[in-house]
């Protein structure tokens, strides 16, 4: 049952993308019709209230301009949380060596296929 003063659901999510962890907020995610993918919607920004702006955030503004839905390949997501207060998306570098990630096994940590493998 729905509470008439709980505020619509959010969501944060970390994938991997061109050896980046991306963290965005959004407002829904579902399995896509698109085998393999996941599907995420209005996508989240922090407001622009103060004269800092974080260039993660305001590259992740950029990078999504205009997109209403974007589709994310199963294997490069990381992790899906709900939360209750969105935070502030950030764009991370993928870094070598500690890692509490396991990655999907035959995928290397960029998520390809291993290139040995013919």
Known sequence: ?????????????????????????????????????????????GENTSVVVDPSEERLRVEFSGVTRTYIPMHAVLRIDEVEKEGIGKVRELKEGKSNVTMFPGVTKLGRPDSDQK
């Open 1 to 45: 049952m729905i509470m008439a003063n709980q505020s619509k659901c959010k969501y944060r999510v970390s994938f991997i993308n061109q050896d980046k962890i991306y963290d965005i907020y959004v407002g829904k995610v579902c399995e896509s019709e698109m085998f393999g993918f996941i599907e995420l919607e209005d996508i989240i920004f």
